[in-house]
Each structure stands twice: as structure tokens, then as C-alpha cells.
């Protein structure tokens, strides 16, 4: 780790050249959201934990109010702003993560100064583990801790989530930079996409392993199909409110009124409400499960969460069903289902840590055959959120 570090430094110093003043460090995570998967948005409840492939960020404070970045994922390119007029979004520009959190403190009421940074990543980009949050945290994290400014974790991710609707132009939800910006090592985080409360249960490292597989499929239509899949959630909600003007999402409806409004929903609003608000359960289940060390039972859990998604939601792919297969042959692998939005990305297995090569192995060679890609592994632990390494 350290060895990384210097490697950093220097390629900093390449770039931005050598002076007196010191060069911090700052790392944020990627994240893996273990269960609730499309209740985020029916203020449900959502399990990420933060994982060990990060991002890094080497930064120097700038006394003219300017920040410069580089990127080791864009070599030889170098975007430029300043803190002391209105931050643009730019058309096209990856610095959009950068210059948002920046706009976003700064709006805050948040004094900031200018900074240089260069930003290497350990995390892929655009493989469903939340590069962009990790991005946007390290940002706020780094231009916080030049200005000798602090903020708590929710507070930092609320700025984040702003920042990447405003000037990614992604209406994402809360969870990224919440596990991001407060993660905890050892442990994942139950939160409710309702109030953001935040409850905190074991992920044993000597217990527990989380592998992530990434099928390497990219589906082009998500963006329709989760826009349809949240109007069939509302649809529902608008059922129930007519006899229930208090409910305000799928998060108050019960499976037994879900069952009781059979016959007057549409079949397909029927399935979906019926994933949501068995899903959120399902979550909550196994917070309770992980906290008494019953593995097996949140591995059923994810299982069914992953039949749930692929039936009921309708958003799964042959591929993330295969993986999700053939990671349950393997002794020692608790549970495993797809995570994210769908259509495609990754699956998420909870294995016992002995497991661990068995299971890449299998998954690595027997994908490859079926489908004809290599499937990209991780293995990890549970680990803190965004803050200064060294
Ligand atoms: P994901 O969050 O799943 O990794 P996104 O499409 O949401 O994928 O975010 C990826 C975007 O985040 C990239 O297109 C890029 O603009 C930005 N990004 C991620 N990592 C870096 C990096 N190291 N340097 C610069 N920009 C990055
Ligand atoms: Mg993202």
C-alpha cells in the first residue's frame, strides 16, 4: 500500500512538479450493495458495504483559487477550473465529478481553496461499483480536508448525490455516496432510503468473504426499462392511495394488502409491487440474520431476492442467472444474486473466505465456455468509507 502510495506521489510530482508543500492522499471505495436491490426508490431499504478496489486521489492545496486535475484512467489530459467564478458543467467532460462536489461545497457555504490533484484508480470505471460516487466523495474529501474544512458523511453524500444529478446528469439515488462517504470496515450498512437512518451489521472478514463477478454485459436500454419499472411501482402506489391516502411509496403496503388487491391490479404492476415489498423484508431479514452469524439463511435470502429480481422484476439476463447458478454449486458459497440496476453488471456471492478460489475458478472457466467473455473478479472484505490515507 505504501509502495502505491509513493508510486503516486511521484507521478503527481511528474505532473504537477515539485515544491515544499505536502501531498495528501486521499481514498474513497467502490461499493457492492449486498440486498435490496430497486427499493431504493420505493424509500426502501438498501445493504452496500464499501469494498476494497478504490479510487486514490494525491492533492496539493493552491493558493490562486484554481484546481487542476489528471486522471491515470484519461493520460495526458488536464481539465482546469476555478472556485472563484460559477463552476460550469462541461459537455462531454469526465471532470464533471470533479467540478460538481467543488460546485456543490461551495455552495454549501463551504470555503474552499484551489488544489491540484491527479486521481488514479484501482476501481473500474463504468462497471457498476460506483466509480463516479467514489469519485465525487474522494473530490469533496480532498477539497475538505486543503481547506481544513470537515463535514459528516451524510452530509458530504447529500452534496455528492447533488452533484452528480446536476452536473453527471444522472438522477441516481442516495445509497453510492452514502456507503462511500460513511462506510465502515467490517461491517455493511443497512439504510433506509426513507429517513437515511443507518444501521450497522457484521461482515466478519475471518467468517466471510464477498466475491463480485462482473458478467460484462452492457445493456443499452436500461435507461427506458428502469424508467417503466418506476412508473409501475408508482402505478401501485396510486392503487393503494385511493383507499389509503397516508401511503406515499410500495414502503407502506404490506404483502398482505398486495395479495388482497389481486384481481384489481394489472398482472404486471401486480409482480412488480410484489418484488419491491418482499424485497424490503427480505432486507431487513437479513440484517437481523448477519448480526447472529446466520450465513445461511442470508445467503437463502440473497437467492431469493436474485429469483425475485429475475422473475417478478423482470430485469435480470441469462448471463447474471448463470453466474448466479453455478456460483451456488460450489460448497462453501452461502448465497449469491445480481446487483445493481440489472440487464446486465455484476452478481454479488457471499462465500466462506476458504471458498474464494474454488469459486473464481469455476465461474472464470465455465463462463468463459458458455458465453465466450472473462468474466473480471473481485474479492473483498468490508471497508471503511472515503477519508485521508497518508
Ligand atoms: P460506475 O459508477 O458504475 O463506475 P458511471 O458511469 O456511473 O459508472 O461513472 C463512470 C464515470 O466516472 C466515468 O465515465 C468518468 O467520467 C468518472 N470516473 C470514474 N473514475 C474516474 C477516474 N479515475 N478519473 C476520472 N474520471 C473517472
Ligand atoms: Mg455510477
Not at 132 to 139: D, L, P, Q, Y
Not at 238 to 243: G, I
Request: aromatic share 6%.
Amino acid at each position: 500500500m505504501d509502495s502505491a502510495y509513493a508510486e503516486l506521489r511521484s507521478q503527481f510530482e511528474s505532473i504537477f512538479g515539485k515544491t515544499d508543500d505536502s501531498v495528501r492522499i486521499i481514498r474513497a471505495p467502490g461499493r457492492v450493495n449486498l440486498i435490496g436491490e430497486h427499493t431504493d426508490y420505493n424509500d426502501g431499504l438498501v445493504m452496500p458495504m464499501a469494498i476494497e478496489p478504490e479510487v486514490r486521489i494525491a492533492c496539493r492545496a493552491r493558493s490562486d483559487g484554481r484546481i487542476s486535475i489528471a486522471s491515470t484512467a484519461f493520460p495526458g489530459e488536464l481539465a482546469n477550473f476555478s472556485i472563484s467564478e460559477k463552476i460550469q458543467r462541461q459537455e462531454k467532460s469526465w471532470s464533471n465529478y470533479m467540478r460538481g462536489p467543488a460546485a456543490e461545497l461551495i455552495e454549501a457555504g463551504i470555503p474552499l481553496v484551489g488544489m491540484d490533484a491527479l486521481y488514479a484508480n484501482t476501481l473500474p470505471v463504468g462497471s457498476g461499483l460506483s466509480s463516479s460516487a467514489a469519485i465525487e466523495v474522494g473530490t469533496a474529501q480532498a477539497l475538505l480536508t486543503l481547506s481544513g474544512n470537515s463535514a459528516d458523511a451524510s452530509r458530504i453524500a447529500v452534496l455528492c448525490q447533488k452533484a452528480e444529478h446536476e452536473y453527471a446528469l444522472v438522477p441516481c439515488g442516495i445509497m453510492d455516496q452514502m456507503i462511500v462517504a460513511g462506510g465502515q470496515a467490517g461491517r455493511a450498512m443497512l439504510l433506509d432510503c426513507r429517513d437515511l437512518s443507518r444501521q450497522f451489521v457484521p461482515i466478519e472478514s475471518r467468517d466471510l468473504r464477498v466475491v463480485i463477478v462482473n458478467s460484462m454485459v452492457h445493456h443499452e436500454l436500461t435507461g427506458g426499462e428502469y424508467a417503466r419499472r418506476r412508473q409501475q411501482c408508482e402505478a401501485g402506489v396510486a392503487h393503494f392511495k385511493k383507499s389509503n391516502p397516508s401511503v406515499r411509496a410500495l414502503r407502506d403496503v404490506t404483502i398482505e394488502q398486495l395479495q388482497g388487491a389481486k384481481e384489481q391490479l394489472p398482472q404486471i404492476v401486480f409482480r412488480r409491487c410484489r418484488h419491491v415489498i418482499t424485497e424490503i423484508t427480505r432486507t431487513a431479514k437479513a440484517a437481523e440474520h448477519l448480526q447472529s452469524r446466520y450465513y445461511h439463511e442470508v445467503g437463502d435470502l440473497m437467492v431469493q431476492s436474485h429469483q425475485s429480481l429475475r422473475d417478478d422484476y423482470e430485469v435480470s439476463v441469462p448471463e447474471l442467472d448463470y453466474l448466479v447458478e453455478q456460483a451456488m454449486t460450489v460448497k462453501g458459497v452461502y448465497g449469491a444474486r445480481m446487483t445493481g440496476g440489472g440487464f446486465g453488471g455484476c452478481i454479488v456471492a457471499l462465500v466462506q473466505p476458504a471458498a474464494v478460489e474454488t469459486l473464481a475458478g469455476h465461474l472464470s472457466s465455465t463462463y468463459q465456455k458458455k458465453f465466450g467473455k472473462n468474466p473480471a473478479v473481485y474479492v473483498t472484505t468490508a471497508t471503511a468509507g472515503a477519508g485521508v490515507a497518508d
